[in-house]
Nanobody, 125 residues
Framework: QVQLVESGGGLVQAGGSLRLSCAAS????????MAWFRQAPGKEREFVAA????????NYADFVRGRFAISRDNAKNTLYLQMNSLKPEDTAVYYC??????????????????WGQGTQVSVSS
């Protein structure tokens, strides 16, 4: 089992940057494919990015490709999401999630068992 705590959200102007972190408890962090999802008011939770257990491979939603970068530090049990060139439509609560899917092309929330509480990202125009 793993517990996840996100941080780093906030209010930023369009074109700005934020870096989200997700701290994981336990010694099994490196066993999980990790992902970021987001949920805007009135909308379903949607996939943003995923990263393999080693961190060597990643997968992105088309709407963030080239702007966001997912990474992980298994020694620190931490997942990151670097968000650049932010747009107002990126406004949402961002969640980190852990496996058990072994595939980084897994994009449905039901393929991930463990979730953080979320961190709010707001982008003003």
């Amino acid at each position: 089992q793993v517990q996840l705590v996100e941080s780093g959200g906030g209010l930023v102007q369009a074109g700005g940057s934020l870096r989200l972190s997700c701290a994981a408890s336990g010694r099994t962090f490196s066993r999980y494919v990790m992902a970021w999802f987001r949920q805007a008011p009135g909308k379903e939770r949607e996939f943003v990015a995923a990263i393999s257990r080693s961190g060597s491979n990643s997968n992105y939603a088309d709407f963030v490709r080239g702007r966001f970068a997912i990474s992980r530090d298994n020694a620190k049990n931490t997942l990151y999401l670097q968000m650049n060139s932010l747009k107002p439509e990126d406004t949402a609560v961002y969640y980190c999630a852990a496996g058990p899917t072994p595939y980084i092309d897994s994009r449905h929330p039901t393929q991930f068992d463990y979730w953080g509480q979320g961190t709010q990202v707001s982008v003003s125009s």
